[in-house]
Each structure stands twice: as structure tokens, then as C-alpha cells.
């Protein structure tokens, strides 16, 4: 123990701390965060067949859902700008959701029960997203016909506009929403997480 | 609009440097109880720090003010009863049950905060005053003094090493 660097490398070593350690006291804060009411933004990602997703919820209800392509990080950090940076990994508050993922995934359920938290839309643009739920599991409907349905028939623009901001994907069914020629259109979560998602729909 | 990190990524960052000075300045049966004080006081204030602020040495006060708290709560616990009190708070974990440790356990408390604070937490002389009261001068002289402590308690990287009691 000759140099300053030696003491701080030894004193690390004494006051050892292992990952189970840590892991349970993060436990232990979630837990006591909950009842406080400080959490503002549980998340926990899960495996799909449309890759890694983040699934974010507030006190409310199911605030954000995310594809890997979104980039989880930059999600995380603009619910933290957007929402509030009291946010923790907390699986437990998400396990409805999870469950019923799991079941659409492999084609038991045709419809979300969770409760939404519609916050991060507004405008519009929520209004359209709303609407979505009207086209059916296995069906689809062009920008055009959204639009109609959401009361501004000429305005199929903003319509993809709002699907293409969509904060809460596969639970809120944009990727039901093709081209008025019979062709996909653009997804958030990329045209191969659309496919997977309508192939499924169709075939259940 | 504010830009700060997720919470938990302050957890992630920070959670083990915390332990460790929690390990170092209340020892290994409390220092559960002071990590998970400061965590939650920290994050209950969290969207009012500045966003300019050093998270670390924000942390480490905290974490200085709840280990006096659960400290005080101890010893309040152990006044009125027999030795069955001592054992009815059991640590959940294995104790850094090193020569270092243990040497660290028994310097007098300005000596063991200053040495956790700035060798564990790595922070500055000035910024660990503001912590403990007293000048930089002072702080500096007590982590001085508790570090010549540690080395004469001849303590060494293999001591550290030994092997340790299971639960």
C-alpha cells in the first residue's frame, strides 16, 4: 500500500459490492418508490417477434411503447424531458401489458384491455389515434378512409403524420393502416415489423 | 423544458460508489437501510436539482445526512434493550469482514467520512467540508490522518483478499 492509487484499488476491494447486492436494493427502491407515489415512469422491455420493445407506463396507464429502431435510450430520455425524470425499471407495473402482448404475439388476443395514458398525443393527432381501434384485428384501412373516420377527410397527410408518431404502436393498431393502392405505407417500427404484424393478424 | 437523465440511470451510475461509502461510514448492517434512504430522498428531490449540479457530490450528502439518521435510529433501537438487540438486525449480506474494513470502522468518524468521500467517492477537499462543516484545510488533515491510521493497522491488497464468512 505505497501510493494513493494502491489505497483507493484496496479499500475498493474491501468494501467489495456485487451485482445480486445492488440488484436487490434496487428492488427495495422500486418497491418503496411505488408506495411513496414518486415513480412517475415504470419501464421493462420484452422479447416479441417484432424484436426488443420498451413498454413505458405512468400512474394512468400505459404511456409508451418502443421498437428497438426508436432507439430505447432516446426514448428513456425524452419520457424523462417530456414526462417526468423520476423514471425507474419496474417490470412489475408492466406485467399486464406484457401478458397481453405475449397473447397477441402468438394470435389468443385481438384486442389490448390495458389502460392507456394518451399524453404524449395531442391534438389531432391523438384524435386519429383513437379512431384506430375501430379497424378491426385482421382488417386494414387506408390514410384516406382514417382520415374520414377521424372527421377531416382530406387530411390523410396528418394522418400518417400521427401514425408515424405514434407513441404506442402494436397496442394502438397504426400498422392496420396501408396505401390506398393496396401497399403497406411506412412504419415507426420499419416495413418488416409491419409485414410480421399484418401476416399475423391475417393468418390468426 | 428540463434535461435530465431517467432516474434510473443515476442508480446505475452511482448505486455502487453510494454503497461503498455507505459500507465505509456505517458499516455493513446499516448500510442498506442509509443506501435506500438516499436513493429515495434523492430521487423525491431529483426534478428540482439543477441541471448544472455534480450528481456525485449531491449524492454523497445525502447520503452523509441519512447515515447519521439511520445511525441515530440504531442506537435509539439498542438503549433500552439487552444484547438480544443486537441480534435482531442482522445485515442480509455478507460483511466486508477485511482487516481494512475493520480498521476503517474504528477511525473516529471526521477521519472515516473524509477518507470514504474523497477516496471513494473521489470528491474534493472543498466540496467535502461543505459536507462536514470545517475548512478545506481540515478535511484534508483528517483524511491525512485517517489514511497514516489505515496504514499502520498494517493492513495490505492480500489482506483484503481473505476469504470471507458465508451468511
Not at chain 1, 3 to 19: G, I, K, R, S
Not at chain 1, 100 to 124: C, I, K, N, P
Not at chain 2, 21 to 36: H, I, N, R
Not at chain 2, 130 to 147: H, K, M, N, V, Y
Request: with cysteine.
Amino acid at each position: 500500500m505505497n501510493t494513493e492509487t494502491d489505497l483507493t484499488d484496496t479499500l475498493h476491494q474491501a468494501l467489495a459490492v456485487d451485482p445480486d447486492h445492488l440488484s436487490r436494493l434496487h428492488h427495495r427502491l422500486t418497491a418503496a418508490a411505488e408506495t411513496e407515489r414518486l415513480l412517475d415512469v415504470a419501464y421493462r422491455t420484452i422479447d416479441s417477434p417484432v424484436g426488443n420493445l420498451l413498454l413505458a407506463a405512468t400512474e394512468i396507464g400505459l404511456v409508451r411503447v418502443a421498437y428497438a429502431l426508436e432507439d430505447h435510450d432516446r426514448v428513456l430520455q425524452d419520457l424523462a424531458d417530456r414526462i417526468s425524470p423520476r423514471i425507474l425499471r419496474h417490470p412489475a407495473r408492466l406485467d399486464g401489458v406484457a401478458r397481453e402482448l405475449d397473447e397477441y404475439f402468438v394470435g389468443r388476443r385481438h384486442a389490448f384491455a390495458v389502460t392507456l395514458d394518451w399524453q404524449l398525443s395531442t391534438g389531432f393527432r391523438s384524435t386519429v389515434l383513437q379512431h384506430l381501434a375501430e379497424i378491426e384485428y385482421g382488417h386494414t384501412a387506408s390514410y384516406a378512409a382514417v382520415a374520414r373516420l377521424s372527421g377531416r377527410p382530406n387530411a390523410f397527410r396528418a394522418v400518417g403524420t400521427a401514425c408515424s408518431t405514434n407513441p404506442l404502436p402494436v397496442v394502438v393498431p397504426c400498422h392496420r393502416v396501408v396505401k390506398s393502392d393496396g401497399t403497406m405505407g411506412g412504419y415507426l417500427g420499419g416495413l418488416e415489423a409491419k409485414s410480421t404484424l399484418l401476416q399475423l393478424e391475417a393468418a390468426a | 423544458m428540463s434535461s435530465k437523465l431517467p432516474f434510473e440511470t443515476i442508480v446505475e451510475v452511482h448505486g455502487p460508489t453510494v454503497l461503498r461509502v455507505c459500507l465505509a461510514v456505517v458499516g455493513g448492517s446499516d448500510a442498506d437501510d442509509a443506501w435506500s434512504e438516499t436513493f429515495l430522498s434523492a430521487m423525491k428531490a431529483y426534478p428540482s436539482l439543477p441541471d448544472d449540479a455534480n450528481v456525485e457530490a449531491w449524492l454523497v450528502t445525502i447520503a452523509h445526512r441519512r447515515a447519521i439518521d439511520v445511525g441515530r435510529a440504531r442506537s435509539r433501537r439498542a438503549v433500552p434493550t439487552d444484547s438480544i438487540a443486537e441480534h435482531d438486525h442482522q445485515p442480509d449480506h455478507v460483511e466486508p469482514d477485511t482487516d481494512l474494513a475493520t480498521a476503517l470502522a474504528a477511525l473516529p468518524d471526521k477521519q472515516r467520512q473524509s477518507v470514504a468521500y474523497h477516496y471513494l467517492a473521489g470528491l474534493p477537499y472543498a466540496e467535502i467540508a461543505s459536507i462536514l462543516g470545517g475548512t478545506p484545510a481540515s478535511a484534508r488533515r483528517a483524511a491525512a490522518d485517517g489514511i497514516a491510521t489505515l496504514r499502520r493497522s498494517d493492513v495490505g491488497p492480500h489482506d483484503s483478499l481473505t476469504e470471507r464468512s458465508t451468511r
